[in-house]
């Protein structure tokens, strides 16, 4: 199976930056797709913003041109650049990732979630 391990999280004023960092460990052949997540109190979880194998990104309209995605194959890695924070970005967000468990068995895994409070 497989484990995720989230870090960078933590309170940041407006207008402040943080890094998000999602290290995968475990059984798998290959990890696929990585991304990031988020869940504000009384909403519902939203895709921040994802990353392909390959390196293709998607982000959602809101992080666009604030939010950077980034993966570290080797080290199985993922990270969230997070600049031009708002308190609207105010979550605890959470890593997924795609892992190919063998030739034809993907899952997907999701992290513990990380808090990112954005306050003056």
């Known amino acids: 199976q497989v484990q995720l391990v989230e870090s960078g999280g933590g309170l940041v004023q407006p207008a402040g930056s943080l890094r998000l960092s999602c290290a995968a460990s475990g059984s798998f052949f290959r990890i696929n797709a990585m991304g990031w997540y988020r869940q504000a109190p009384g909403k519902q979880r939203e895709l921040v913003a994802s990353?392909?194998?390959?390196?293709?990104?998607n982000y959602t309209d809101s992080v666009k041109g604030r939010f950077t995605i980034s993966r570290d194959n080797a080290r199985n890695t993922v990270y969230l650049q997070m600049n031009s924070l708002k308190p609207v970005d105010t979550a605890v967000y959470y890593c997924?990732?795609?892992?190919?468990?063998?030739?034809?068995?993907?899952?997907?895994?999701w992290g513990q979630g990380t808090q990112v409070t954005v306050s003056p």
């Open positions: 990353i392909t194998a390959d390196g293709s990104t």
């Open positions: 997924i990732a795609v892992a190919a468990l063998g030739v034809f068995s993907t899952r997907s895994f």
